[in-house]
Nanobody, 127 residues
């Protein structure tokens, strides 16, 4: 199973970016998906998650109201739309997949719940 994340880059505060993560090697529609990030000098933390149907989405307090996670099962892709970016959002962003496709994701913030990880895409927010 391969996860390929892309869409990162440099953006000014207040700007937007959309990250994408494409999955291959496994039936995407059975996977619960998530985004994590690791800021410079900090630990990896959860950002958002979405269940396999797309019905349930979860967000960390730091990004709720600014980021939107979505998925297109026909394209084997999960997205993270990031708006109103600020310098605290600077990080390497990783997508992750949980093969246990439960309807809800009560442990969505726990990294060990995920079986597959992408290589990361870097986001820098700076003026």
């Amino acid at each position: 199973v391969q996860l390929q994340a892309f869409g990162g880059g440099f953006v000014q505060p207040g700007g937007s970016l959309r990250l994408s993560c494409t999955v291959s090697g496994r039936t995407f529609s059975n996977l619960n998906m998530a985004w994590f990030r690791r800021a410079p000098g900090k630990e990896r933390v959860s950002v958002a998650a979405i269940n396999w149907t797309g019905r349930y989405a979860y967000y960390s307090d730091a990004v709720r109201g600014r980021f939107t996670i979505s998925r297109d099962n026909a394209k084997n892709t999960v997205y993270l739309q990031m708006d109103s970016l600020n310098p605290e959002d600077t990080a390497v962003y990783y997508c992750a997949a949980d093969k246990n496709g439960y309807s809800t994701m009560p442990a969505w913030t726990v990294a060990r719940e995920y079986d597959y990880w992408g290589q990361g895409t870097e986001v820098t927010v700076s003026s």
